[in-house]
């Protein structure tokens, strides 16, 4: 508040008051000062940005979608809001929106692994789109090679791709980084093919104690 006493205009004290209201789910208030940040700069596209995250967190939809697609009529590069649109998206199940959003997000930003995470499942899931989805898996584990969680999902779609080899393969490499949910393996649906093979329940059997 002091900010604002010495300038009225500052848009990063109504922007830093919005997220501290946001956080505190004063929502009013914190709609309030988000208001502010794009009146007096209507080009700041984080302020368009919360304003989105905002809404989203009360399950208001429409205006959330608005604000996102306000921050990237302003700047199409704007990773964050493409990805927080897919999540969006994804909420209210509209999977190929989602989808779209999440790749612009990594067109955006190729480093952006989230979107890859996001987009992967998407894809692995509700898209039914194994082959796809392997790729932002295999991206994943290259650029995390320590995530057991990027290496079960990629060894889940290679056993809904029948791959059975490497399945089982990435699969270990899952194990070893430590994914070790043996319960969730033996009745993931996405698993099936890997389960029907006799080397599945030997490889629980070698890493469970």
Same mark, same amino acid.
């Given at each position: 508040?002091?900010?604002?006493?010495c300038?009225?205009?500052?848009?990063?004290?109504?922007?830093?008051?919005?997220?501290l209201?946001?956080?505190?789910?004063?929502y009013?208030?914190?709609?309030?000062?988000?208001?502010q940040v *794009?009146? !007096?700069?209507p080009?700041? @596209?984080?302020g368009?940005?919360?304003? %989105?995250?905002? &809404?989203k967190e009360?399950?208001q939809?429409?205006?959330?979608?608005k604000?996102f697609?306000l921050?990237?009529?302003k700047?199409?590069g704007?990773?964050?809001?493409?990805?927080?649109?897919?999540?969006l998206?994804?909420?209210?199940e509209?999977?190929?929106?989602?989808?779209?959003?999440f790749?612009?997000?990594?067109?955006?930003d190729?480093t952006?692994?989230?979107?890859?995470?996001?987009?992967?499942?998407?894809?692995?899931?509700?898209?039914?789109?194994?082959?796809?989805? *392997?790729? !932002?898996f295999?991206k994943? @584990?290259?650029?995390?090679p320590?995530? %057991?969680?990027? &290496?079960?999902?990629l060894?889940?779609?290679?056993?809904?791709?029948?791959?059975?080899?490497?399945?089982?393969?990435t699969l270990?490499?899952?194990?070893q980084?430590?994914?070790?949910d043996?319960?969730?393996?033996?009745?993931?649906?996405?698993?099936e093919?890997?389960?029907?093979?006799p080397?599945?329940?030997?490889?629980?059997?070698?890493?469970k104690?």
């Amino acid at each position: 508040m002091q900010a604002l006493q010495c300038d009225s205009t500052n848009i990063y004290a109504y922007y830093n008051l919005g997220l501290l209201y946001k956080n505190r789910k004063q929502y009013s208030d914190a709609e309030k000062m988000l208001f502010q940040v *794009v009146h !007096f700069n209507p080009g700041y @596209v984080y302020g368009y940005n919360l304003l %989105g995250l905002l &809404y989203k967190e009360q399950n208001q939809y429409a205006p959330a979608e608005k604000y996102f697609l306000l921050a990237v009529e302003k700047n199409p590069g704007f990773v964050y809001s493409w990805y927080n649109l897919g999540l969006l998206y994804k909420e209210q199940e509209k999977s190929e929106a989602a989808a779209s959003s999440f790749k612009k997000a990594i067109a955006a930003d190729s480093t952006y692994l989230f979107a890859y995470d996001e987009l992967g499942l998407l894809l692995l899931g509700p898209m039914n789109k194994p082959a796809e989805a *392997v790729g !932002f898996f295999e991206k994943l @584990v290259k650029q995390q090679p320590d995530s %057991g969680r990027h &290496y079960y999902n990629l060894a889940c779609a290679y056993s809904r791709l029948q791959k059975i080899k490497e399945g089982l393969r990435t699969l270990e490499m899952a194990i070893q980084k430590g994914y070790t949910d043996f319960e969730w393996m033996r009745k993931d649906t996405d698993l099936e093919s890997l389960r029907k093979n006799p080397d599945f329940e030997s490889l629980i059997k070698k890493y469970k104690k």
